[in-house]
């Protein structure tokens, strides 16, 4: 898997959009399934036609590792020329052996249908014109393969007939190009399938992340306060909380502890908060909650709750760890700025008197 995801990636850089990256992964696929074509059907040349194998053989090999040189310029980012390499030697290859020594019975001028599907799998929307001249181009040449009689468009003298082997690569050519379309198809269906959902689930993670605290999984503060603007004709109580003495906490114990402790607060708050309460980080070890249409003295009792559930807390084991409260409503003549500088001064009026206290004003 390693060495696949190494053949399929080769010129893949960051930022590359999914569309472009799915389409350089099949470019990269194709590229090595085409020589590898190539050269089984060569190799097969030497069981039914010993004689000629080497020269039906010798120039379609040449195209093959011409069309292995177009991953080595994808691999160094060049991938300017890459596509027109491969169509165009995969083309020069079958025509070679169709046209100078086994005719159309054989069936190989079929790949043709098949060449004039790629381009539109291989270039980007952007590219119709390039499209177009691929596909009609490949449609005129399997015609002219196709129709034409041996002794008008063929060369005679090399021609390499067999009845029943041309019966029997005729269809199974036939196969052999279906099942190159269908994977090609299929193989880029899957790559932007699969892209497709590690995009959505990296553009969840970055809503996720817009929106939330990545430490305490807690909503941020621009979002509680977007939605505080707009409800804000609602009853509206809001508790403010912060980590008593935190700084030595950091100071002593280190940051790392620091996040530690701040985590556990907050599943704590979390486990008594009702279910349509708003929870914030506001700053660095302060919190918002945010209770729509609750009675007021419920809203304390649950603060209170919560200070008592942190200071019994196991949380340092050396140390209790505390929180002070602030709790208030807000009022007929609030206005957003009013409510959250009242409950900040509540909450620093707790710090100020003992700390690990509630202070509330309705």
Partial sequence: MRILNYILGAGIVENMKLSDEARLKVLNGSIF?????????????????????????????????????????????????????????????????????????????????????????????????????????NLLVYFYLEVAS???????????????????????????????????????????????SALKSALEKASYHAEYDFLTDTLNRRVLSEYMRSN?????????????????????YGHAVGDDVLVAICQIVKEELPTRAKFSRWGGEEFLILLEDHHYDHVVSLAERIRIKVSQADILKTNKVTISIGVTSKRHDDSFKTLLGRVDELMYLAKANGKNIVRESI
């Fill in 33 to 137: 399934v085409a020589a590898f074509n190539i050269l089984i059907y060569d190799i097969m040349f030497y069981f039914f036609a010993r004689d000629l194998a080497f020269e039906m053989s010798w120039v379609r090999n040449l195209c093959a590792l011409i069309i292995v040189s177009a991953w080595f310029l994808n691999k160094k980012g060049t991938t300017k020329y890459s596509i027109h390499i491969l169509l165009i030697f995969s083309m020069i290859s079958v025509f070679y052996v169709t046209y100078f020594y086994l005719g159309p019975d054989y069936g190989f001028q079929k790949f043709f249908i098949t060449f004039s599907v790629f381009p539109f799998v291989y270039f980007s929307r952007d590219k119709t014109a390039q499209r177009f001249i691929y596909a009609i181009s």
């Fill in 150 to 196: 041996y002794g008008h468009v063929f060369t005679p003298d090399f021609r390499y007939y067999n009845a029943s082997i041309a019966s029997f690569f005729n269809h199974s050519n036939i196969v052999i190009g279906f099942i190159a379309v269908v994977l090609a198809l299929y193989m880029y269906e899957y790559i932007i399938g699969r892209d497709e």
């Fill in 232 to 252: 804000f004709t609602n009853k509206l109580s809001v508790i403010m909380w912060d980590v008593d003495d935190f700084k030595l906490i950091n100071d002593v």
